[in-house]
């Protein structure tokens, strides 16, 4: 289980498409919502590690049958001899959280939801940062996730497969391969002996980006 001390309020206030400072009555809900949060999710992660191969169809995880098409994913583990496979969820709490404030109050649901949004990416910066205490990993690159650049998001339910999600840590993938819970995420880290060069991230690579809500107000989300 990961621990969450804290989730960064201004993260929670972007995601609900708030541009400039938040006013005080806005600060004050995030707050409340984040002193609730806090204690209802139950942060958890699994992850895996793979040898990859680069073939004409694809990158391939050594051992397995999971080809990774693209060719942004290609760029992306460029350079790079493994693969960290990791998934990370808050728990079905966050969204139990969100359905039940919604009955009494939709503004404080919706600062929830959206403290939730920048608590599974703090989740994810920790379980990143713990696994990687464990890898051997002179340098890797960032997280890439199914649905980034033209890597398919049909591709989730293959890597909860592989991680053993659903019995570890109770994620699971809906046929239009959506994650339940809802706040949860699923990544993959290239690993490297040798130095990586940049590699593009956020909306340059994003299969959202045309019709992205964020974008259109001029805000992004990474």
Request: glycine letters at 8%; proline letters at 4%; a neutral charge.
């Amino acid at each position: 289980m990961i621990a969450l001390d804290d989730i960064p309020g201004d993260e929670a206030a972007r995601y609900m498409g708030v541009r400039g400072e938040p006013d005080e009555q806005l600060l004050r809900l995030i707050e409340k919502g984040r002193e609730m949060v806090l204690k209802a999710v139950r942060p958890q992660y699994v992850c895996r590690e793979f040898n990859i191969v680069e073939k004409e169809e694809g990158i391939v995880l050594s051992g397995t049958q999971l080809v990774l098409p693209g060719q942004e994913i290609r760029k992306h583990l460029s350079g790079c001899s493994k693969a960290v496979l990791m998934a990370v969820t808050l728990s079905g709490e966050a969204d139990k959280l969100i359905r039940q404030t919604a009955i009494t109050d939709m503004a404080l649901s919706l600062a929830i939801d959206s403290l939730c949004s920048a608590a599974v990416e703090k989740a994810c910066d920790k379980a990143e940062e713990e696994i990687f205490s464990m890898i051997e990993a002179p340098y890797r690159t960032w997280r890439f996730s199914p649905g980034y650049g033209d890597l398919p998001l049909e591709l989730q339910s293959d890597l909860a497969a592989l991680l053993n999600a659903q019995r570890r840590i109770g994620l699971t993938v809906t046929s239009s391969s959506l994650l339940i819970p809802s706040k949860s995420v699923t990544a993959i880290i290239g690993v490297s002996d040798k130095p990586l060069g940049e590699k593009k991230k956020g909306c340059a690579v994003c299969s959202m980006r045309e019709s992205c809500a964020y974008r259109r107000t001029g805000i992004r989300c990474s």
